[in-house]
């Protein structure tokens, strides 16, 4: 009599994850982290710019209620050193002698040359009777929190203002 031996059948594969799964998991988890940061960044960078319109728009509302004092508080000392409270208001009032009575004012351009702390703000400066331009100059210390270094006030046909 012959005795055979019985063989088992060979167990099921196992039922792991297959590396197509871990691959395209990583790369799925890596963009969304990509996708956070850049969400977090924007978010940062729009509060900064909320901050520094803000204090343009102190400032520019200081110099339209004739509040030059207060206006030029707003300036870091070096923005303070270059403009004195007579400089701001004489060229205010010379604009008003020629426009008008400041109204109103929107942000018309912004820039930053990379690697810089600095920024440029430009905001156009509606009056009675025509239009201005001012430029604000903000540099950010080791906290990104920004100051007004320097303002230029210029209307439109004229160059009334002075560089600061």
């Known amino acids: 009599m012959l005795l055979s031996v019985y063989t ?6 196992k039922k792991g994850v297959k590396p197509l799964f871990i691959v395209l998991g990583v790369c799925g988890g890596g963009c969304l982290l990509v996708i ?3 969400v977090a ?4 960078s729009f509060s900064k ?14 110099v339209r209620e004739h509040k030059y004092a207060e206006a030029r508080a707003r300036l870091s000392p070096d923005g303070q050193a270059s403009l004195s409270e007579s400089d701001l208001k004489a ?4 604009s008003e002698a020629n426009i008008g009575s ?12 990379p690697g810089s702390q600095t920024v440029h703000f430009t905001y156009i400066l509606m009056y009675d009777r025509g239009t201005s331009t001012c430029d604000f100059t903000f540099t950010a210390n080791q906290k990104a929190e920004f ?18």
């Open 36 to 38: 956070l940061a850049i």
């Open 147 to 164: 100051s007004l270094v320097s303002v230029h006030l210029e209307p439109s046909g004229g160059s009334s203002g002075r560089s600061r």
């Open 91 to 94: 060229q205010e009032e010379q």
């Open 41 to 44: 960044f924007g978010i940062f």
């Open 102 to 113: 400041l109204k109103s004012w929107q942000i018309s351009n912004q820039s930053s040359t």
């Open 8 to 13: 088992p059948p060979p167990p099921p594969p």
């Open 49 to 62: 710019f909320k901050e520094v319109d803000k204090l343009a728009g102190g400032f520019l509302a200081d």
